[in-house]
Structures are given as structure tokens and as C-alpha cells.
């Protein structure tokens, strides 16, 4: 999930599901975006944001904990370094972008912009919505101290939690992704077991028909995401979009998704500065095409990531961006 070179090959199928998954974010961002600005989006667009709801981050968070026996193969030093390298660092720097982005359009509208307490909650309490990196760093932290055996017991009890303070939406949502995140470190590190449940048509047609199940309810306006009881059937669509995507990652298509997984920090990064930022000068314009703004939003992220992700290539400067470089290697 960054923008250096790694020695190891990465499997494609994990990219290609990585990729399709910030897809979503993306489309999920842009959609929100032209929603605040002209009081709702492309009908057919929420529909789809509202079924893909309970799949985005929880397979984002499956597919980084199917990375962390990989990354504890390190030392202590490349281990720690690497996440405040690939995550801390990208977190931090483009959180109080965004923020500043916010009081710039603050300051021209003539109103109070942001003060210091809200880029303080950058340490804290998320403000913005790279709030994914901030899990996902504390989640890497956490699991380097835990026992194999511990990270499996704790996926039960994150979700039994999650549960239990589900009136706290942060703390909620945290202790659900953490589930995913330590199933997806004991899926990588049990391979040859739940492999083989892939040619299964039986096991794969229950987890479609999970999937589709909350999938259905979430699209009507049920609450699906972040929600205990509705892991098993979430777990079903990261089941059956497995094999999917290991077909899909053989395609020309596939090919590109997987580039833009591999590096989707600059992807998930960038992508809320620029939807901000379109949403808003096309409102203020008079475009009042909810179609407009949205396609406008969704290509035009991809296209600043993909031109900033070669630009990183090309620059170190650029690349300070998204990676600080203390030791150069993925997370």
C-alpha cells in the first residue's frame, strides 16, 4: 500500500480486491460530496453505495491483516518504522491538508475557519475521512505484541464488544474492523485450510447468499455496517469475492485494478482533496447536475492519483508525500 519496491512479489488477486475496494471509497466519497452540496446524489449511485456499505472497509481491513505475518517476518525496527513510514506518516501530513483545504473555503466564505483543537483530534479522534489510516496504525501496533492464539480469541470477543457499545459509533466501528483485520492475519496464516472451501459450490453459494442478504437490508436503510450480528454474512462477500478477484487479477482490467490496489495510498489519500474541492467549485458555479458533479468527482480522483502516483515515481520530493522515507519497504 505504498509507493516503493519490494524484493517479495505480491499476490495479484489481493491488489485486484484492494483496488476494487478503494473503488468503491472513492465512488462512496464522491457520492456523499455531491449529496451536501446539491441535497442528494444519483439515485441509482446511493442505491449501490448503500449495498457495497458493509463490504468496503471491512475487506480493506481483511486484506491488511491477511498482510501482518508477512510484515512481523521483520525486525522490531523495520516493522514499527515501516507503518510510521507507509501509514503514520501519510495519515498525519494529508489529515491536516484536508483541514487546511476546509478553513481555506472557511476563510473565503467569510466565516470562522478551523481552529487548533480540530487538527489536534488528528492525534486522537479522527476528524477527516482518512480516519481508516488511523485504525489501521493502531491496529498494526497492537498486533504486533499479541500471540497467534490471541489474535484468534480476540475475533469473537472484538465483535461481542462492538456490540456492546454500540453507542459509541467510534469505538463500534473499531472493534468490528479490528475483527476483520485479525481474521484476515489468521485466514493468511491458515491458507490450505479455507482454500479449499473455494471450489466448493455449496460453501460459495451460502456465502453469496449471506452477502446478498446484507446486502439487500443495507440498500433498503437497514444498519448493517459496523454490525456484530451481520459479520458472518459480511465475511460470506469477502468469501465469495476471493475467487472472483483471483479471476478478475488474470484480465487486462484485473491488471489495472491491481495497480491502483498496490498503491492505494496515493489513491485514498488524494482522493479527498480532490472530491472536496470539485464538489464545492462546481456548486458554487451553478452546476446543479447531480450526475455532473458526481462523474466529475469520481474520474477526476482517479486521475489526480494516478498522475500524482507516477509523479511520486519520478520524484523523491513527491514521494515525502505518501512515504517518509525511513526504511523502504511495504506494509
Known sequence: M??????????SWIDCLRGLAILLVIADHSAIATAQRLGSAPHIVEALNDAANPFRMATLMFLSGMLLPQSLRKTRRQYFCGKFSHIAWP??????????????????QGTQPLGLGMFLRI????????????????????????????KVLLIPLTMIASGLVGGDASWQSMLYLFGFFLAGDMAARTRAKWEAFMTNPAALAAGALLAVLAAAVSAAGGEVRYQAIWAVPVAGGIFVAI???????????????????????????????????????????????????????????????WIALRCARRSAAVEWAFRLPLVRVRV
Request: charged share 10%; net charge neutral.
Open 2 to 11: 505504498d509507493v516503493s519496491t519490494s524484493s517479495k512479489p505480491r499476490e
Open 91 to 108: 495519515y498525519l501530513l494529508w489529515s491536516c491538508i484536508i483541514l487546511g483545504v476546509y478553513s481555506l473555503g472557511y476563510w473565503i
Open 123 to 150: 492525534i486522537y479522534s479522527p476528524p477527516t475521512l482518512l480516519w481508516y489510516l488511523a485504525y489501521l496504525l493502531v491496529f498494526y501496533l497492537i498486533a504486533a505484541w499479541l500471540s497467534c492464539r490471541l
Open 243 to 305: 475467487p472472483i478477484a483471483k479471476a478478475l487479477a488474470t484480465t487486462r482490467v484485473g491488471q489495472l485494478v491491481a495497480g491502483e490496489g498496490r498503491d492505494s495510498i496515493v489513491y485514498y489519500v488524494t482522493h479527498a482533496v480532490v472530491v472536496l474541492i470539485l464538489a464545492e467549485s462546481l456548486a458554487a458555479i451553478g452546476v446543479s447536475s447531480t450526475w455532473a458533479i458526481y462523474l466529475v468527482c469520481f474520474i477526476s480522483a482517479l486521475a489526480v492519483g
